[in-house]
C-alpha cells in the first residue's frame, strides 16, 4: 500500500520537476538531487513502517 503510493507519488514529481527544468541547463542535476531525497525518503518510511 505505502510503497506503491510512495511510487506513484514519486514518478508524478519527477515528470513534474522535468517539466519544469525542461530548458534549465542544470535541470539535470536538480531533478537528479530531488530524485535521490525522494527515493531515500521512500526508502526510510518503508523500513521504518
Do not use: Q
Amino acid at each position: 500500500m505505502w510503497k506503491a503510493l510512495l511510487i506513484e507519488l514519486c514518478h508524478n514529481w519527477t515528470m513534474l520537476d522535468r517539466i519544469l527544468n525542461f530548458r534549465a541547463i542544470d535541470g539535470e542535476l536538480r531533478h537528479s538531487a530531488l530524485l535521490g531525497a525522494v527515493y531515500f525518503f521512500a526508502a526510510f518510511l518503508s523500513v521504518t513502517l
